[in-house]
C-alpha cells in the first residue's frame, strides 16, 4: 500500500444550462462581440443569490477557463485526473446538487486555437473526453488571450437561469492577459456583466509570476472571488489507495447497466460518445476511476451516468413508458422481446446497477478512511490545491444556500 503526496496543478471547472446541448469549438481571433458598457467596470458588484426554493434541489453550475499554452502541461494532466475528485467536491452538500461543469480552453492569438469552448453539461464523461484530448502547446511570447476567454466564459456559456443556482469560474493561468489586441472585450467590462448575471469568478495562480499575481488578485476582486496560488508543476494532492482498483473494476460495471434508446441517429450518436469517453477513461490512473465510481454512483452524479437517451433511468423516474416506446426504438438487446421480457431485463437491470452502488458506497468510505489517515500522516494538506478549492466552495456555496459540513475534500 505505496502512497505518495506529489505535485499535481488543476485546471478545471463550472456552470449549467436550462437547455443543455454540448459544445465544443474552436474560435479563431475574429472580432469579438461588441463590448459591453464600461459602466461600472472599474468595481466589483455585489451578487445577491436568491436561496433555493424549499424542497428543491440545489444546483451549482461551474466552468474552469484553462490556460492550455505550453507552460501548463502538469496543471492540463491534473484537469484529466482530479475531474472526479472536484465533482465529488462540489457535489459534497446537503441536499445533494445538480452539478454541472463545462471549460474554456484558451491560449493565443496565432496558435491553433484561441478559445474552445465545451458548455455546460451534467455528463461528466463527455468532459472528461473533451480534457483526454487538450494538449499543452503554443503561447511563448508572455501575455495570453485572457480577455477573450474570460468574456466567452461568461457569454458563451449556456448558465442557467436557475434563481438559486451557485454559479462560479475559476480561471486557471500562469500568464497575465494581452491588454493591446484590438477588438477585444477587457474583463473588467465582462465581470462586470458577470455581476449581474450572479456568477462569481475565482482565479488560481500557477507559478509565481508578479505581473500575472496583480491581475489574477483584480480579477478575483472584480469578479466577487478568491485569489487562489499553486506551484508551477500544481499542488494537490494524489494518494494511492489498496481501493482504487476495485473501485475502476465497478465504474466499468456500472457502465455496462446503461441502455439507450431512442433514433437508430440518437443512439449512433449516444454510442460514439461512449466509446470516446472509454478512449479517455483507458488512459486515466485508477485513483481517478475510483473517484468516478464514487461519483456516478451518487444522487449528484446519476445524471453523469445515464446522461440521455438511457432507458433504465428514464423508466425508473416515468419519462418513458417502455410498453409505448416502438420496437425500432430499443436498444438491441430488447427489440425482438415481448412486452414482459423488456420489463424483466430492464427491472433486473436496475437491480444490479443499485447492487454495485451499494458496493461502491462501502468501499469508497472505506477510501476516504484511508486517505484521511494518509493526510494526516504526511501533516495535513491545507496548502493544497484541492483544500483552497474545498475552502472556496465551501464558503461561497454556503452563501447560495449549500450547506457544506464535511471536514475536506474529495481527494
Known amino acids: 500500500m505505496n502512497t505518495k503526496l506529489i505535485g499535481l496543478g488543476l485546471f478545471t471547472l463550472t456552470a449549467a444550462a436550462v437547455a443543455y446541448y454540448p459544445l465544443l469549438t474552436a474560435s479563431e481571433p475574429a472580432p469579438l462581440p461588441v463590448p459591453l458598457s464600461a459602466q461600472g467596470a472599474g468595481q466589483p458588484l455585489a451578487i445577491t443569490i436568491p436561496q433555493p426554493q424549499p424542497g428543491a434541489r440545489p444546483v451549482v453550475e461551474a466552468v474552469f477557463v484553462l490556460d492550455t499554452t505550453g507552460s501548463m502541461g502538469g496543471l492540463i494532466q491534473t484537469a484529466k485526473d482530479k475531474i472526479w475528485s472536484i465533482a465529488s467536491t462540489l457535489a459534497a452538500a446537503q441536499p445533494a446538487p445538480i452539478i454541472r461543469m463545462g471549460l474554456v480552453a484558451y491560449r493565443d492569438r496565432g496558435d ?30 508572455g501575455p495570453e488571450s485572457v480577455n477573450q476567454a474570460l468574456h466567452e466564459a461568461i457569454t458563451r456559456i449556456g448558465w442557467s437561469r436557475d434563481p438559486g443556482a451557485y454559479r462560479v469560474v475559476f480561471l486557471v493561468g500562469d500568464a497575465p492577459p494581452h491588454m493591446d489586441y484590438q477588438n477585444d472585450v477587457p474583463y473588467g467590462q465582462s465581470l462586470t456583466e458577470a455581476g449581474r448575471r450572479g456568477i462569481r469568478v475565482n482565479t488560481i495562480q500557477c ?45 466499468a460495471e456500472l457502465d455496462d447497466t446503461r441502455l439507450f434508446y431512442g433514433s437508430r441517429e440518437e443512439r449512433d450518436r449516444r454510442a460514439g460518445e461512449v466509446a470516446k469517453a472509454k478512449v479517455a477513461k483507458s488512459a486515466a490512473a485508477p485513483a481517478a476511476l475510483a473517484r468516478r465510481a464514487e461519483f456516478v454512483a451518487s444522487p449528484s452524479g446519476t445524471a453523469s451516468l445515464a446522461a440521455d437517451q438511457e432507458l433504465v433511468d428514464a423508466v425508473q423516474n416515468g419519462r418513458v413508458d417502455l410498453d409505448k416506446l416502438p420496437a425500432a426504438a430499443l436498444p438491441a438487446p430488447l427489440a425482438k422481446l415481448d412486452a414482459p421480457a423488456r420489463a424483466k431485463v430492464v427491472a433486473e437491470t436496475a437491480a444490479r446497477r443499485e447492487s454495485i452502488k451499494k458496493e461502491v458506497k462501502d468501499l469508497a468510505e472505506q477510501r476516504a478512511g484511508y486517505l484521511k489517515g494518509q493526510v494526516k500522516a504526511a501533516g495535513g494538506a491545507k496548502e493544497s490545491l484541492d483544500h483552497q478549492l474545498w475552502s472556496t466552495v465551501r464558503k461561497q456555496g454556503t452563501e447560495a444556500g449549500l450547506s457544506y459540513e464535511a471536514s475536506g475534500p474529495s481527494y
Open 112 to 141: 491553433d486555437y484561441v478559445t474552445r469552448v465545451v458548455d455546460l453539461s451534467p455528463d461528466l464523461d463527455k468532459l472528461q473526453a473533451e480534457l483526454f484530448q487538450l494538449q499543452a502547446q503554443g503561447g511563448g511570447d
Open 207 to 251: 507559478g509565481q509570476q508578479g505581473d500575472t499575481r496583480d491581475e489574477w488578485q483584480r480579477i478575483a476582486q472584480l469578479g466577487n472571488g478568491a485569489y487562489l496560488r499553486v506551484d508551477q508543476a500544481g499542488g494537490a494532492v494524489a494518494i494511492a489507495t489498496p481501493y482504487d482498483d476495485k473501485l475502476a473494476k465497478l465504474s
